[in-house]
């Protein structure tokens, strides 16, 4: 289960979370994009913890299911106005995994799925293969190929000074924590977090100006051009 973008042990999980995003914009980029205030929304594999307390905040009723192979949401037909997977969840595209949201999806409803994006600080700490990092926001990835859009939001993870993240990274990451805390100027990282987006049903189409989501409400024409790369530290809707 995933409240967090990288498993890592206990002992360490917990400054991460306190220091993860600490404006608030994921859950911000979530309403927008939902909204998720004042509605049914289904947290897949994502535990109590940081993000659901977030999107209550905002007034999201939340329920939180378990991720299985396949997918088997244990709610009625049409009963939900938002799924929302973080990390874990809907890693790539399963069809049948769409069948079964759209299933438990109201008319208009969403489907929201958080992934990393890389080009950023934070992916340094990682394996450069990871699919998020590449595949994945590609035109012909799972995401754009099967009725999604992407907003890309600029976040940070953020610490009280650089010693505090230095000793954060060397104690979770090694090696490989310790040369970036080498290069680091201020006490925060740049990390880029993908949000693909779909309306219940959405499908692609090709036209004359390149991919654009066709189905039901906001997959239809939420306003942003699938083409567009989203400008320096601002969010916004395009693949790569």
């Not at 859950?27 to 929304?41: C, N």
């Not at 079964?100 to 992934?115: A, I, M, S």
């Not at 998020?132 to 995401?143: A, I, L, T």
């Amino acid at each position: 289960m995933a409240d967090l973008p990288i498993d890592l042990p206990a002992n360490v999980a917990g400054r991460l979370a306190r220091a993860l995003d600490v404006e608030g914009k994921i859950p911000r980029a979530l309403e927008a994009l939902g909204p998720v205030g004042g509605r049914e929304v289904l947290l897949v594999d994502v535990p109590e913890g940081l993000m659901s307390h977030r999107l209550q905040e905002l007034g999201a009723r939340l329920r939180h299911v378990a991720a299985a192979s396949p997918l088997a949401l244990p709610v009625p037909d049409a009963s939900v106005d938002v799924v929302i997977g973080l990390w874990s969840a809907f890693r790539g595209v399963d069809p049948a995994d769409l069948v079964e949201t759209d299933r438990v999806l109201r008319p208009n409803g969403r489907l929201l799925v958080v992934h990393d994006y890389g080009r950023d600080d934070v992916c340094r700490l990682r394996d450069a293969d990871l699919p998020e990092y590449g595949s994945w926001s590609r035109r012909g990835g799972p995401f754009l190929s099967g009725g999604f859009r992407i907003r890309v939001v600029h976040c940070f993870w953020t610490f009280e000074d650089l010693e505090d993240q230095r000793s954060f990274l060397v104690e979770a990451f090694g090696e490989q924590g310790a040369a970036l805390a080498e290069t680091a100027r201020r006490p925060r990282l740049s990390w880029n977090v993908a949000i693909y987006h779909r309306t219940r049903g959405g499908v692609v189409a090709e036209d004359g100006d390149g991919l654009v989501a066709v189905g039901t409400g906001a997959a239809a024409g939420d306003g942003h051009g699938a083409r567009r790369r989203p400008e320096p530290g601002r969010s916004g809707d395009g693949p790569r």
